[in-house]
């Protein structure tokens, strides 16, 4: 479906997203997008300082952070500012020219888009990094009020935002809604020793309207995953764990609410902003200004186009990584190593110290999402598809069945504040994922 009648493409990205695909077995045991790896090898050399800056070959290192994406730039940050004493000679290692890794903002002719993440949920561990980090007065949140849709029989439906809505919402027919309600009360238990799918645990607990209309669309958009592949635990730890322990989804959130009520108050950091319900974040100019931010804070100590090509063990317990620079051949001897580069990457590196571990990181797998940014005049999009004559929303997720090929929408300038210029919106979509590999056949170079 389209909304508007005359478009400009301004981006198209085609990138990779970690998923949990088909191994389950290996799956980190989290609710998180998508987990960076880290390998923590340490050994016992006592600490030594690192020689100038400028010539860094042969150095040693308390600690090396290899990939100076957003996991491992926070990894460093609290190594350097929470914990001085562990690893007071620290070096931080990206192999391209910027840090970021997948989180990619770019500034334009008046818009500013992201070709990677999106957002963030602004969770207390999340602003924390933000304020640490001095962008306390950068930080944007969405507004919670605004609504989310899911195209369905060839119109945007509300998605319910409170508990209140779940009567009135016309995503999901009257028999569907009541299959969802008895089934969160827990009438069908789960299959012993067998570690579910999300589509196996939606469809047995809440029934095939939630997975098909609610559950699969999420899965595609957010995950880029196959929902019959990737695991409940994994991918929906928090509503996986609710059936544990109170037999139900139900039952177990009554049993959370008055666990929560129970456990000591420990009180927030004040200097925290609160988000107002339930909302997604990001910064005023964009998701990049957090690695920004945090590399300028770690100085020197940050190395960029540094490209870890090797590792190897010492005999006094250490490592010795080998690096492509632009100076040429760099090599660092460190006590510990930390590894928040892609899983694939870190198999390669890691194959020649143990196969076991390599095997393991090769099994993740990484489909492809290509994130495509249009913008269209304001008065191009149909009036149906406004609220108050504006375009309102989160965005819109499109289920498989509906034969769209985009996995979903956000209206970022919509979102976040200045993302278009005046009479300008700003939609990013996202394209492809585990169920459509096929794009990587219309990829063009150009
Ligand atoms: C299209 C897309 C949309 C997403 N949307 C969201 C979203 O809206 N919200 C959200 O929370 N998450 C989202 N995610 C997930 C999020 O982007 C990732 O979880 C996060 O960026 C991972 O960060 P990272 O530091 O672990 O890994 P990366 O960002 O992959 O960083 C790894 C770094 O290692 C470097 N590296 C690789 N090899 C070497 C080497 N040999 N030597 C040195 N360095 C090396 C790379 O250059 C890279 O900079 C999205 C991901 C994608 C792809």
Known sequence: MSMANSSTSISVTLTYLPNCHLRRSFL?????????????????????????????????????????????LCIAQALATKHPNAAP??????????????????????????????????????????????LKEELVLGDPTAPRFVLWNGKLRPVPSSPKDLPFFDLMSIPGKLRAGFGALGIRPPPPGHEESVEEFVRRNLGDEVFERLIEPFCSGVYAGDPSKLSMKAAFGKVWKLEQIGGSIIGGTFKAIQERNQAPKTPRDPRLPKPKG???????????????AISSRLGSKVKLSWK????????????????????????LQTKSVIFT???????????????????????????????????????????????????????????????????GTIYSSSLFPNRAPSGRILLLNYIGGATNTGILSKVRTV
């Open 28 to 72: 980190p045991n989290s609710n998180s997008k998508s987990k960076p790896t880290r390998i923590r090898c340490e050994s016992t050399i006592s600490p030594a300082r690192l020689s100038t800056q400028s010539n860094l070959d042969g150095a040693l290192a308390d600690a090396v952070v290899v990939g100076g994406g957003i996991s491992g």
């Open 89 to 134: 000679n620290l070096i931080l290692t990206e192999a391209t020219d910027r840090v970021g890794g997948n989180i990619t903002t770019i500034e334009r002719d008046g818009y500013l888009w992201e070709e990677g993440p999106n957002s963030f949920q602004p969770s207390d561990p999340m602003l924390t990094m933000a304020v640490d980090s001095g």
């Open 278 to 292: 339930q909302t997604v974040g990001s910064f005023r100019k964009g998701l990049a200004m957090l690695p920004n």
């Open 308 to 331: 870890l090509s090797s590792i190897s063990k010492l005999d006094n317990g250490g490592y010795s990584l080998t690096y492509e620079t632009p100076e040429g051949l760099v090599t």
């Open 341 to 407: 580069v892609p899983s694939h990457v870190a198999s390669s590196l890691l194959r020649p110290l143990s196969d076991v571990a390599a095997d393991s990181l090769a099994k993740f797998y990484y489909p492809p999402v290509a994130a495509v940014s249009i913008s269209y005049p304001k008065d191009a999009i149909r009036p149906e598809c406004l609220i108050d004559g504006e375009l309102k929303g989160f965005g819109q997720l499109i289920p498989r069945s509906q034969g769209v090929e985009t996995l």
